[in-house]
Nanobody, 123 residues
């Protein structure tokens, strides 16, 4: 069983940058597809980005494409999300998740979830 813990959230002005990290333990990190999701108050948890276990394939929501970059370091069991040109609408709790399957866009495809880290973008 994999445990994942997010960090790196905070308050930033519009146009700024943040890098989120997700530290994994308790399993073979390199065997999992990893994803980032976010949930704003009163809204569903939405897909943000994902990366295959090799790191070769990456996937992005249209709303973040060109601004966010997902990456992983399998030697460090860590997933990253570099967020640039942040907008107020990016404000949400960001979750890291691990999937044994190759499903990347749907929350139901993920087996393990972190507790989330808050990202707030002020205008």
């Amino acid at each position: 069983q994999v445990q994942v813990v997010e960090s790196g959230g905070g308050l930033v002005q519009a146009g700024g940058s943040l890098r989120l990290s997700c530290a994994a333990s308790g399993g073979t990190f390199s065997r999992y597809t990893m994803g980032w999701f976010r949930q704003a108050p009163g809204k569903d948890r939405d897909f943000v980005a994902a990366i295959s276990w090799t790191g070769v394939n990456t996937y992005y929501a249209n709303s973040v494409k060109g601004r966010f970059t997902v990456s992983r370091d399998n030697a460090k069991n860590t997933l990253y999300l570099q967020m640039n040109s942040l907008k107020p609408e990016d404000t949400a709790v960001y979750y890291c998740a691990a999937a044994r399957s190759t499903s990347v866009y749907d929350t139901r495809g993920y087996d393990y979830w972190g507790q989330g880290t808050q990202v707030t973008v002020s205008s």
